[in-house]
């Protein structure tokens, strides 16, 4: 099996039996939200549609998988949503097979959803001996049985800040594993245990924004498995999407590149 990310861009291409292209955080529609904010932006649908129309061009996946957040409004759908969603899935599935694990931001998704595309389990699968899941809920506990565990959720990006205090942020692919012990205290016996490699997902859609993993506690991070301990983070090591390997996040905590904010005792 292969497991790679695309070259200088936010999509997984996995090799087994079949090639599957992985994308996570599309969230159409999320300039309704920006322009209720008083931020107005033309829709970017087109645009999506044409980056991952190159994707497929060069990878000639046989199948898609959507990792979550479709969509970007809840608990509703917008206008907007429900005239681009349906039109970008059907678009996406004239040639591919294309299946959607939903994530938090998909409430009611299974409404919007055209028949050949295949709307999974919102706590995972395992497709062609991969697991997926968004990292919103625990996941099915089916997926530790995989060699490859696939989530996303968090946006994971690095911040750089400079002696001066300049920031840049820089969105990262995250490569840790499971902790067994809170897995085992969560949901008993798991019967086979493979010791998953975990990969998670930055977001394709770059006006989400990310979350800085060098600056966060644990429980500032959103989803149970990292609320719970369920996933090392500090040996977790964090690639940049042109590939460069930054170390882990410890690491980069004591680099010295690292503005740790105040917080509040808790």
């Known amino acids: 099996m292969i497991v790679n990310p695309l070259l200088n861009e936010p999509v ?3 090799e087994n039996t079949s090639r599957t292209l992985v994308i996570s955080d599309i969230h159409l529609g999320i300039e309704w939200e ?3 904010s008083g931020i107005s932006i033309p829709s970017q649908v087109d645009k999506r ?3 991952i129309k190159r ?3 060069i990878v000639n996946p046989d199948r898609i998988v959507l990792l979550g957040d479709i969509k970007h409004n809840v608990p509703g759908t917008s206008w907007q949503e429900k005239e681009e969603v349906p039109d970008f899935l059907s678009w996406l599935a004239l040639s591919r097979k294309v299946d959607i694990v939903p994530g938090n931001h998909d409430g009611d998704i299974e409404c ?10 919102m706590k995972g699968c395992i497709i062609d001996g991969v697991g997926y899941f968004h990292g919103h809920t625990w996941p099915d506990i089916g997926l530790f049985s995989a060699s490859y565990v696939v989530m996303s959720h968090n946006h994971p990006a690095v911040r750089f800040t400079d002696s001066l205090g300049h920031s840049v942020s820089e969105q990262v692919w995250i490569r840790t594993h499971f902790l067994k012990k809170p897995i085992i205290e969560h949901y008993g016996d798991i019967g086979e245990w493979e010791n998953p490699r975990v990969i998670v997902m930055p977001a394709f859609n770059e006006l989400c924004g990310g979350i800085p993993f060098n600056e966060s506690l644990r429980e500032e991070l959103i989803g149970p498995m990292f609320a719970n301990h369920a996933v090392e983070l500090d040996m977790a090591r964090a690639y940049l999407l042109d590939g460069t390997d930054i170390g882990t996040i410890e690491g980069i ?3 010295g590149i690292t503005k740790l904010r105040g917080r509040k005792r808790r």
């Open 12 to 14: 997984l291409v996995i």
């Open 34 to 36: 920006l322009y209720h």
């Open 49 to 51: 549609k044409k980056r």
């Open 55 to 57: 994707y497929i061009e």
């Open 112 to 121: 919007l959803v055209p028949e050949n595309v295949t709307v999974r389990d």
């Open 253 to 255: 905590r004591k680099s």
